[in-house]
């Protein structure tokens, strides 16, 4: 999981990203044109992933209160004080942040409906370069369904303008992230320091890549 929500207390790490910090504040105006135009929609199997709506807060909110025991571990934002408040602060700047071109984050849905967790693209690694995000609704974990999603924005996000790789980054502890990035065919570049913010992190982050010409 290496996505961050809203520091509110959705990080790159990153559940409803709730992403690992927020991304900085982007230099573009809302109103400027993003260079980076993702879909707002990406199919992926049995799956869709769409850009977060402010209707789903209630939904999210739930699903992330009922996921909090794994969550909580690798995402600093993934507490009990988590509130709808801060669900609707997330969304929000998630959707200013897809206008302004520095993250696109996308619920993910079964072809039913079912929420089953969150992901997203992040531009603060620097150019070339698309960071993902995500975190998995408990009950949805195991059954291939973030997998899925990695590889259907990957192939996506290696068909934009100027990206050449798209990297995640996750905790060495954290195994679950790391079976997805692995079986999505992400290959471990680097380790990074890492200052510990939540309760099963350790000092070091593992950095994955996934190159173009690796399609």
Known sequence: MSFEPPPSPLSSPS???????VSPPSSVSPSSPSPLSPPEMVNA???VLK????????????AIRESLPELREFLPWATDAYNLDDMHDYLTRSREGWDEGDQFNYA??????????SIGLMTRMGPGVLEIGYWTRSPYAGR?????????????????????????????????SAAVAIKAGFAEVRREGHVPAA??????????EFARDAT
């Open 15 to 21: 559940p409803l990203s709730p992403p690992s910090s």
């Open 45 to 47: 199997g049995e799956l």
């Open 51 to 62: 850009r977060w709506e402010l209707a789903w807060a209630p939904e999210t909110l739930a």
């Open 108 to 117: 993910i849905f079964t072809s039913v409906g079912e929420l089953v967790g």
């Open 144 to 176: 291939g369904f973030m997998t899925a999603a990695v590889r259907a924005l990957t192939r996506m996000a290696l068909t934009l303008d100027g990206i050449e790789r798209v990297a995640i980054k996750h905790d060495v502890a954290n195994k679950a």
């Open 199 to 208: 309760p099963g992190e350790t000092e070091v982050t593992v950095v994955r």
